[in-house]
């Protein structure tokens, strides 16, 4: 019994190892997209990262989406790690490599901008994206003719951007182009992460009992 107890305290160290190798490359890539735009307007000399901050948060919440992103998902269903555990750990990758990209994205603004850089707003968006990002990819089928990852990256951009559009015409939606803090995103960020955790369940759980 005594045994049991201690071999539940953490994840086996095999499944760290395994699952920290299936955090794909494209996260990187998206790392340095979340950098790109604060650092183009240091160089350039600009003042105002306003815009840049929130495309940053954008993409790189967006990319939370890839701890979803499995290709060994049908191996490694019968393991005796859970789903939703082998999600958070790879979503731990995924969130140290895209951080990577956002620091520096603040440690820019930081520099170079001619006023304090106000974080409430881009934050605010940041979870947002992660949030929808996240039901994207937990809600997709493996089959589909891009990746988890990719297809909810995509998702999570183009549908922040077009309610954004859409507050144009009806001004109760949240918008990006504002970088002040607004709580409506905070409303999206907890739907879309409450339908990950629900959906993140091992298919033999999701009962209504």
């Known amino acids: 019994m005594h045994a049991v107890s201690v071999t539940r305290r953490a994840p086996p160290r095999d499944a760290v190892v395994v699952t920290s190798r299936t ?7 998206l790392a340095a997209v979340t950098a790109a735009p604060a650092v183009v307007t240091l160089v350039r000399s600009g003042q105002d990262f306003t815009m840049a901050l929130q495309a940053a948060a954008i993409v790189a919440g967006a990319g939370a989406g890839f701890a979803a992103d499995d290709q060994a998902a ?4 019968s393991s005796p790690t859970p789903l ?8 731990a990758g995924v969130v140290v490599v895209l951080a990577g990209g956002l620091c520096i994205a603040l440690a820019a ?4 901008s001619a006023r304090p850089v106000a974080l409430a707003g881009p934050l605010s968006v940041l979870a947002a994206a992660a949030g929808t990002s996240l039901a994207l990819a937990s809600a997709g089928g493996p089959d589909g003719p891009l990746t988890a990852g990719m297809s909810s990256a995509m998702g999570s951009v183009l549908g922040l951007l077009t309610v954004s559009a859409l507050a144009e015409r ?3 939606l949240p918008t990006v182009a504002s970088p002040a803090f607004d709580r409506r ?4 960020a ?3 992460m409450l339908t990950a955790l629900v959906r993140s369940r091992d298919p033999a759980s999701r009962t209504l009992r």
């Open 170 to 172: 009806w001004t109760r």
């Open 84 to 91: 939703l555990a082998r999600r958070a750990l790879r979503a």
């Open 74 to 77: 049908n191996v490694l269903a």
């Open 23 to 29: 955090v794909p490359a494209a996260v990187a890539v």
């Open 185 to 188: 995103w905070l409303a999206v």
């Open 190 to 192: 907890a739907a879309g």
């Open 109 to 112: 603004a930081w520099s170079g």
